[in-house]
Nanobody, 122 residues
């Protein structure tokens, strides 16, 4: 069982930056694919970025060039650095973990955090 706890959300203005963190329990963190999803009001949860255990990163087109996902396996933590934030980035951001390789889809991930709210004002 893996528990994920997100932090770092908040209210910012357009153009600002935020860094989200996700702390994971468990001794095999380095083997998991870690990802960030987001869900805006009235919309489905959508993929934002992922970091495979092998080191590859993948980004949604909507965040590419602005967001950076990273992980520190020594601290069982994954980060999402968000720059040049836009009002359309407003959402609850969820950290997710998959036991194996995983892509863009919610069903591919086995564990989820409770989410952290990011609000970007114009």
């Amino acid at each position: 069982q893996v528990q994920l706890v997100e932090s770092g959300g908040g209210l910012v203005q357009a153009g600002d930056s935020l860094r989200l963190s996700c702390a994971a329990s468990g001794r095999t963190f380095s083997r998991y694919t870690m990802a960030w999803f987001r869900q805006a009001p009235g919309k489905e949860r959508e993929f934002a970025a992922s970091f495979w255990s092998g080191g590859s990163t993948v980004y949604a087109d909507s965040v590419k060039g602005r967001f950076t996902i990273s992980r520190d396996n020594t601290k069982n933590t994954v980060f999402l650095q968000m720059n040049s934030l836009k009002p359309e980035d407003t959402a609850v951001y969820y950290c997710a973990a998959a036991r194996g390789s995983a892509g863009y889809y919610v069903y591919q991930y086995d564990y989820w955090g409770q989410g952290t709210q990011v609000t970007v004002s114009s």
